[in-house]
């Protein structure tokens, strides 16, 4: 065999090689399929918002799922996840919401596996006298001596020496809602600073106010960087 002839007969069988392939890889890939739809999709309300989970589809159709998709109807909010949670938040409080997941490979996108119906609902109303409390701290008890003295109310003291830990994200500024226990709703409006790291409430008895006669009252102090300051005083909690 003459050596042109040779090359000739290696860039034919070359060429068959790449064709048989391509065949196969393109064969290989019309054979995935989308997924099977997400299993047991399972919902838990919060306030304005529901968490998702799920099991994994009992099929991947051949190719990896690489995301899935929960949307919650009516109003189309959604989130996406490469686990199986996710939370939909910016739903409204007491609408009926029906959640669908879906599962996403590089084929295409399952049918949607649907949740039973469920409710947001407002967080519960913290009780004033149910809070959490610890002994009052120094720098608290510092910082209510430099406001009461500032208003010539001194001495000060803390009622039964203990502060109320209250949770920031509850108590940040503007207005907020709850549930009451017999469902309606309250509102409240919070003084916290959203940057604080730690807030509380303490009872304190100082002198009187010249022209209301109050000598307790109930103060909110909030912690940022800049240390502890008083944020509210009122006459109750």
């Not at 469920?118 to 809070?131: D, E, G, K, Q």
């Not at 304190?204 to 300051?229: D, E, N």
């Amino acid at each position: 065999m003459s050596t042109s002839t040779w090359r000739r007969s290696a860039v034919v069988t070359l060429a068959i090689v790449i064709i048989a392939l391509i065949v196969v890889g393109v064969a290989t890939r019309s054979a995935h399929t989308a997924p099977s739809a997400p299993q047991s999709v399972r919902v838990v309300a919060g306030d304005a918002l529901v968490t998702v989970s799920w099991s994994a589809p009992a099929k991947d159709g051949g190719s990896a799922v690489t995301h899935y998709h929960a949307s919650a109807s009516p109003g189309g909010k959604w989130c996406s996840a490469s686990t199986t949670s996710c939370t939909i938040t910016g739903l409204t409080n007491g609408t009926d919401y029906v959640i669908k997941v879906t599962a996403i490979n590089t084929v295409g996108t399952s049918v949607a596996a649907t949740s039973s119906p469920v409710t947001p609902r407002y967080a519960a109303c913290a009780s004033f006298f149910n809070l959490p409390t610890r002994a009052v701290s120094a720098d608290v008890l510092a910082t209510l001596t430099a406001y009461y003295g500032a208003k010539h109310l001194g001495p000060i003291s803390v009622v039964g020496n203990r502060e109320k830990i209250l949770a920031v994200s509850s108590q940040t500024i503007g207005v907020h809602h709850c549930a009451n226990a017999d469902g309606s709703v309250a509102s409240y409006t919070g003084t916290v600073p959203a940057n604080a790291t730690a807030a509380v409430e303490v009872e304190v008895r100082h002198l009187a106010y010249p022209v209301t006669g109050g000598s307790i009252s109930f103060v909110v102090l909030a912690q940022t960087a800049a240390g502890w300051k008083v944020v509210n005083e009122g006459t109750g909690p």
